[in-house]
């Protein structure tokens, strides 16, 4: 059973940096993507940023030069993601989900909450 584990987030002011991390178990495999999403309230998921096992990034736009998105998969028992946000603005908050996926499957987290105060 592959679960993701999301911690990090919360409430931060504009300008301010947060770091939410997800660990990925279960998978007995090094996860091919890694990335992370969000949701704002009325809005669609959308993505953030995502990164392959062998390091190649994405970026939405909106957070390009802001964010960075980086992983740590050593072996297949060992499958996080981070994603460093700094400069938050307030229509950066949202729910913040990180997603795995490899061949065909494509597994969620929870979710974390971050808040961002103008």
């Known amino acids: 059973q592959v679960q993701l584990v999301e911690s990090g987030g919360g409430l931060v002011q504009a300008g301010g940096s947060l770091r939410v991390s997800c660990a990925a178990s279960g998978s007995g495999v090094i996860i091919y993507v890694m990335g992370w999403y969000r949701q704002a309230p009325g809005k669609q998921r959308e993505l953030v940023a995502d990164?392959?096992?062998?390091?190649?990034?994405?970026?939405?736009d909106s957070v390009k030069g802001r964010f960075t998105i980086s992983r740590d998969n050593r072996d297949n028992t060992r499958n996080t993601v981070n994603l460093q946000m700094n400069s938050l603005k307030p229509e950066d908050t949202a729910v913040y989900y990180c997603n795995a996926r490899w061949t065909t499957r494509s597994y969620w987290g929870q979710g974390t909450q971050v808040t961002v105060s103008s």
């Open positions: 990164i392959t096992s062998d390091g190649i990034t994405n970026y939405a």
